[in-house]
C-alpha cells in the first residue's frame, strides 16, 4: 500500500454533522445558512441552464469575474472565482504554505482555516481570543516574526461572532508586509456584519479577503465562492485553482443572485434588525451569555451545552455546540428569520426551564 505522507496520517477528519439534516422536517439553526431559499430569479436561471442541455459541456466563465469584482467594489482582475469560500483558502495556503512554515490563526477560527494549514504541514500558532470576544491584537502582533509566512483572521470571528476592528487589522497588515508575510481576511459573513478589508488591498500587496455567496445569498449547495486581492496576487492564485473547478451551476447561480441584491438585503435587513435583537433580548432575560456578535449566530456559554443541543434537537431545531474563547464546548445558533426565531426561543425557553 502506497503510504501517504505522515503530516495527512497525523490529521484528524473534518467531518461536520451533515448527513440526515436537511431529509428531515428540522429547523436549520446549525451551519449559519439562510433559512429561506435564494432569489427565485436563481431557480429560473438553473432551470434555464438545465433546459439548454448543455450540462455535458465544460465550463465557460464570462464575465462572471468583472460582475463579482463589481459587486465587491474592486477593480477587474482583482477578483478570482472559487468553489465556495473554502476553496479560496485552500488555495492561498498552498500558494504560501510549505512543511515547516508558521501559521497564526487566533483562537477559536473556522475549521478550514486549520485544515487547510495542516495539509501544507504548517506550524499553527494560536493566540487566544479574550474572555469578551474581543481580538488578541497584542500578542498577535508580537507573533508576527520569521518563519511566519501566513495569517487568517477571522472577522467577524467564526465561532464568537465578534468582530476585529479594522484599524487593528491594517496594524497587523502592516507589520506583516515588512516580513513580506501574507495575511487572509476572510469575510464569510460581511453581508450581516458590513465589516471588510476590501478598501486596503490597493495599499497592501499582502492582503486576501475571501468571500462566499453561501450564506446570505443563499448558495450552499452550489458551492460559490471568491477571493479579492492585488491582480498579481489573483493571476498567482489561478495557477493553483483548476480552470474548471468552479462548475455552470455556481456560474449560472452567482449571476443571478447579483441581479436581485434586494432579495439578500432584505433577509439579512431582517435578520440583524429583527430577528437578531429579538433573541437577544430572551437570553439576556433568561441570564443566558453570549459573545457580541456582528454575524448572523449567537455563542451561548452554558452548562452542558450537547445536552441541551439534543434537547433542542427533540424540539425539531438543530443547533451546534462549538468551542468558546477558552476551547470549551459553548452552544451556536444560527439566526434566521422572526418567525425561526419566535420557534427557536419557545423552545430554547422550556428545555432552559427543565434545569
Do not use: W
Not at 465556495?84 to 485552500?90: A, E, R, V
Not at 501544507?120 to 497584542?138: H, T, V
Not at 476592528?165 to 469575510?187: C, G, R, S, T, Y
Not at 486596503?200 to 486581492?229: H, P, Q
Amino acid at each position: 500500500m502506497a503510504k501517504v505522507k505522515p503530516r495527512i496520517q497525523k490529521m484528524s477528519h473534518y467531518r461536520p454533522p451533515l448527513e440526515g439534516r436537511s431529509s428531515k422536517d428540522y429547523l436549520l439553526l446549525d451551519f449559519n445558512e439562510r433559512t429561506t431559499p435564494a432569489s427565485p430569479k436563481v431557480k429560473e436561471a438553473l432551470r434555464k441552464f438545465i433546459d439548454s442541455e448543455r450540462t455535458q459541456v465544460y465550463p465557460e466563465y464570462g464575465n462572471l469575474e468583472e460582475k463579482i469584482a463589481e459587486y465587491a467594489g474592486v477593480k477587474p482582475g482583482q477578483a478570482m472565482v472559487t468553489s465556495g469560500g473554502d476553496q479560496g483558502i485552500d488555495i492561498i495556503c498552498r500558494a504560501h504554505l510549505d512543511e515547516g512554515d508558521k501559521v497564526i490563526i487566533p483562537f477559536p477560527s473556522f475549521a478550514m482555516h486549520y485544515q487547510s494549514s495542516g495539509i501544507q504541514g504548517a506550524n499553527i500558532l494560536e493566540p487566544k481570543y479574550e474572555e469578551d470576544g474581543s481580538f488578541p491584537l497584542d500578542e498577535t502582533l508580537n507573533l508576527i516574526s520569521d518563519g511566519v509566512r501566513l495569517i487568517i483572521l477571522c472577522n467577524p470571528n467564526n465561532p464568537l461572532g465578534s468582530m476585529i476592528p479594522i484599524e487593528d487589522v491594517e496594524k497587523i497588515l502592516k507589520k506583516a508586509k515588512e516580513k513580506e508575510i501574507a495575511v487572509l481576511h476572510d469575510e464569510a459573513y460581511f453581508e450581516f456584519s458590513r465589516i471588510t478589508a476590501k478598501d486596503l488591498i490597493e495599499k497592501y500587496d499582502n492582503l486576501y479577503v475571501v468571500r462566499t455567496f453561501a450564506k446570505a445569498f443563499g448558495l450552499v449547495a452550489s458551492r460559490a465562492g471568491y477571493v479579492v486581492s492585488k491582480e498579481n496576487n489573483i493571476q498567482e492564485l489561478s495557477k493553483i485553482r483548476g480552470p474548471y473547478d468552479v462548475n455552470m451551476f455556481a456560474k449560472t447561480a452567482i449571476l443571478a443572485a447579483l441581479e436581485d441584491i434586494v432579495h439578500m438585503e432584505s433577509y439579512v435587513k431582517e435578520v440583524m434588525e429583527v430577528s437578531k435583537p429579538k433573541l437577544e433580548e430572551f437570553l439576556e432575560k433568561r441570564g443566558v451569555f453570549f459573545y457580541p456578535s456582528r454575524a448572523n449566530y449567537l455563542l451561548l456559554k452554558m452548562k452542558n451545552p450537547e445536552e441541551i443541543t439534543e434537547k433542542i434537537r427533540s424540539e425539531g431545531i438543530l443547533v451546534r455546540p462549538k468551542p468558546d474563547h477558552d476551547g470549551k464546548e459553548a452552544m451556536r445558533v444560527s439566526i434566521g428569520t422572526l418567525k425561526d426565531t419566535e420557534k427557536f426561543i419557545k423552545a430554547m425557553d422550556k428545555v432552559l426551564a427543565l434545569r
